[in-house]
């Protein structure tokens, strides 16, 4: 929304969604060609008239936002505003793929059982049953998986998955480091580069899949467009880190989840706000 593009569109570059699996960064998303692409629209549509306005939006792979809130703000654009933000772009990330291609890769059963046999450690989440049935996983959880996962998945997933999901995970560790130098964007950089290089052992061992475990023969994920960004924006904006939503994502449970669950589930704006 903010970006004022739309769906199934990088609001950081200039990629679309058949792109996202691309080893390379796009062009950046500028806010001087954003608004001369708007400005093409307006002459083609009046923006009262949404129905028409938003047809001629599309055609651009905007979202009908005709005048953008920055749109008189100097230096700025989205390619630099929008931050690589690590709860989602990192963690949900490998939530959501990495983890589940090798759910796949080693069994759902297998992986559970190595999962359940882990030593405990304090201040470590213990998965006593496994990882496979979980559900609402936090970013808690979401890390404490990380730590183990490539480990427990080692002679048991094929070989090229394990080598690119390993690679995924240098470049997350990497780019959350506190400090970040020339020769740590090498390296992080690096990791993406092998993570490219190797992915098609994920499609050729035929684990990413969708709903009903229907077998997916692309890289439409928009997550791993972002990524291409990352170095980019450490050297623009400074470390990762500072980006973090885990306070305002944490401040979500205990201000609105956890009310709403005290509630009589009947009027909830008059009781949470």
């Not at 954003?34 to 979202?63: C, G, M």
């Not at 796949?104 to 059982?113: K, T």
């Not at 890289?219 to 990762?240: A, D």
Request: proline share 4%; net charge neutral; with cysteine.
């Amino acid at each position: 929304m903010l970006a004022c593009v739309g769906g199934k569109t990088s609001p950081v570059t200039m990629a679309m969604y058949k792109q996202f699996g691309d080893s390379f960064r796009h062009e950046p998303c500028m806010a001087s060609t954003t608004l001369a692409q708007i400005s093409v629209v307006r002459t083609r549509a009046d923006p009262s008239d949404l129905q028409a306005f938003f047809r001629e939006a599309q055609k651009f792979r905007l979202n009908g936002v005709f005048e953008p809130f920055w749109r008189d703000w100097v230096l700025t654009d989205p390619s630099h505003f929008f931050t690589p933000e690590t709860l989602h772009i990192l963690h949900k990330e490998f939530w959501d793929h990495n983890a589940k291609w090798l759910i796949f890769a080693v069994g759902e059963s297998e992986i559970d059982f190595h999962f359940s046999v882990l030593q405990p450690v304090t201040s470590f989440w213990r998965f006593a049953e496994g990882i496979s049935k979980l559900k609402q996983v936090t970013g808690h959880c979401q890390r404490d998986i990380q730590h183990s996962i490539v480990t427990v998945s080692a002679d048991a997933a094929p070989r090229g998955v394990l080598i690119a999901i390993r690679a995924l995970m240098d470049f997350r560790y990497l780019v959350q480091s506190q400090s970040i130098d020339e020769n740590d964007l090498v390296r992080i950089s690096a990791a993406l580069n092998e993570f490219h290089t190797s992915k098609d052992a994920i499609i050729d061992a035929r684990v990413r899949r969708g709903k009903a475990n229907k077998v997916i023969d692309n890289w439409y994920i928009p997550k791993l467009e972002l990524m291409q960004s990352v170095v980019p924006s450490i050297r623009n904006s400074g470390v990762t880190a500072q980006w973090s939503a885990d306070a305002t994502e944490h401040a979500h449970i205990t201000e609105i989840k956890v009310p709403a669950r005290s509630s009589n589930n009947n009027n909830y704006d008059p009781q949470i706000c």
